[in-house]
Nanobody, 115 residues
Framework: QVQLVESGGGMVQPGGSLRLSCAAS????????MYWVRQAPGKGLEWVSS????????YYEDSLEGRFTISRDNTKNTLHLQMNNLKPEDTALYYC????????WGQGTQVTVSS
């Protein structure tokens, strides 16, 4: 069955970096757009970034471009999100999402940015 398993979250100080990964299985990963979506404590879902199936085009929420980089390795069925210069407001549960109908979500990985 379709599985998306995120990893790489943790606690980091402001200004630090983290690299999230999402291991995909059970479907043809290279055929799908993929997203990162986050949910901060007490807030709604926020789209972070998208990447086309071939990885050539990427899209970001305006305030995150320049700090976050989405990428994928279709040979390893893996999605990544490199996050640099992290800020306390980046604290959230980060989800890997397959663009499909319905959307398919991973379980999320927690990112906490705090001094």
């Amino acid at each position: 069955q379709v599985q998306l398993v995120e990893s790489g979250g943790g606690m980091v100080q402001p200004g630090g970096s983290l690299r999230l990964s999402c291991a995909a299985s059970g479907f043809s990963f290279s055929s799908y757009w993929m997203y990162w979506v986050r949910q901060a404590p007490g807030k709604g879902l926020e789209w972070v970034s998208s990447i086309k199936p071939n990885g050539i085009r990427t899209y970001y929420e305006d305030s995150l471009e320049g700090r976050f980089t989405i990428s994928r390795d279709n040979t390893k069925n893996t999605l990544h999100l490199q996050m640099n210069n992290l800020k306390p407001e980046d604290t959230a549960l980060y989800y890997c999402v397959r663009r499909s109908s319905p959307l398919h979500w991973g379980q999320g990985t927690q990112v906490t940015v705090s001094s």
